[in-house]
Nanobody, 124 residues
Framework: VQLQASGGGLVQAGGCLRL?????????????VSWFRQAPGKEREFVAV????????GYADSVKGRFIISRDNAKNTVYLQMNSLKPEDTAVYYC??????????????????WGQGTQVTVSS
């Protein structure tokens, strides 16, 4: 499965952005797509997950209530709508695919497919 992330940019605090992750290739029944992010000098961290079949979602506490992960089946694309952005949301954002989802959202070793990163910068 190939993943293509896009949609990053520069935004003021309080603003919003929508990231996209387009998927192509073989379909897996338990496929899940997550967003991770990595800020300068910090480790990469989990942001949100979506189960492709069923649409169940999960979020890190730091973004709960502000970010929304969703999908468009017709376009094979997962979105991350980011609202009420804060300077601490500044990071490179990656989408990742888990072909046999077992609920280990935070464990990067569970993910088989990674898109390239897209930079999100939130100015204060």
């Amino acid at each position: 499965v190939q993943l293509q992330a896009s949609g990053g940019g520069l935004v003021q605090a309080g603003g919003c952005l929508r990231l996209s992750c387009a998927a192509s290739g073989r379909a897996f029944s338990r496929y899940a797509v997550s967003w991770f992010r990595q800020a300068p000098g910090k480790e990469r961290e989990f942001v949100a997950v979506l189960m492709w079949s069923g649409g169940d979602t999960g979020y890190a506490d730091s973004v709960k209530g502000r970010f929304i992960i969703s999908r468009d089946n017709a376009k094979n694309t997962v979105y991350l709508q980011m609202n009420s952005l804060k300077p601490e949301d500044t990071a490179v954002y990656y989408c990742a695919g888990d072909r046999f989802y077992r609920g280990k959202d935070y464990d990067e070793s569970e993910y088989n497919d990674w898109g390239q990163g897209t930079q999100v910068t939130v100015s204060s």
